[in-house]
C-alpha cells in the first residue's frame, strides 16, 4: 500500500521489541506472570532479521494458502541458515537462539506476534492520522486479529495505550 511515511526493518523491530516489552510487563504486573521483558524484547529485536535477505512479504500474500506459507518458511529458515553462516563459529550459538527461537522460548512467541501486530495497527493509526485512508481496513483486519488472540495483555494494551498513539503530540502535553 501507499506509505504516508515509509517505515525501516530497524524501526519497526525497534517499535515491536518495546512492544514485546510492554506485552510481558503487563502479563507480568497484572497477570501473574513471570516472565523476562527483557527477552521478550530481544526475541522482538530478531523477529525479521531474516527481511534483511529475503526482503518482506506482504501478510495477505504470506498467508494466502498453507503452500505459500511453507515456502516461505523454508526461505526463512535458509536466510537464517546463511545469516548464521556469516558470523564467527563460536557466536553462531547465541544468535542461532535469537534467529531461530527453539523450544525454550515458546512462551515468548505470542507476545513478540501479538507485538508484531500492534506494530502493524500503530502504522495503520500513523497513516490514517497522515490522511492515508488506504489503511483503513488494514486497520480493521489487524484489529480484529489482535482481538481474536485473546490475550488480557492485548486487551489492557488496546484500551489503555493505543488511544495515545492517535493523539497529537500537543494533546498528550
Do not use: W
Request: hydrophobic share 40%.
Amino acid at each position: 500500500m501507499r506509505n504516508a511515511s515509509s517505515e525501516s526493518l530497524s524501526e519497526h523491530s525497534s517499535e515491536t521489541a518495546v512492544l514485546a516489552h510492554a506485552l510481558v510487563t503487563l502479563h507480568n504486573t497484572r497477570f501473574g506472570g513471570s516472565l523476562s521483558p527483557e527477552r521478550a524484547a530481544t526475541l522482538a529485536l530478531f523477529h525479521d532479521l531474516t527481511e534483511v535477505l529475503t526482503g518482506d512479504m506482504p501478510t495477505p500474500v504470506k498467508y494466502h494458502n498453507p503452500a505459500v506459507r511453507q515456502a516461505y518458511e523454508q526461505v526463512e529458515q535458509a536466510a537464517c541458515g546463511t545469516l548464521l553462516g556469516l558470523l564467527p563459529e563460536d557466536l553462531r550459538p547465541s544468535y542461532h537462539a535469537l534467529l531461530c527461537p527453539g523450544e525454550a522460548d515458546a512462551v515468548y512467541l505470542p507476545f513478540v506476534k501479538a507485538a508484531d501486530k500492534l506494530s502493524a495497527l500503530i502504522k495503520c493509526v500513523e497513516e490514517q492520522k497522515a490522511g492515508n485512508c488506504e489503511f483503513s481496513a488494514a486497520y480493521a483486519a489487524t484489529l480484529a486479529k489482535l482481538q481474536a488472540m485473546a490475550m488480557p495483555e492485548v486487551d489492557c494494551f488496546l484500551a489503555e495505550c493505543l488511544p495515545a498513539y492517535g493523539e497529537p503530540l500537543d494533546g498528550m502535553l
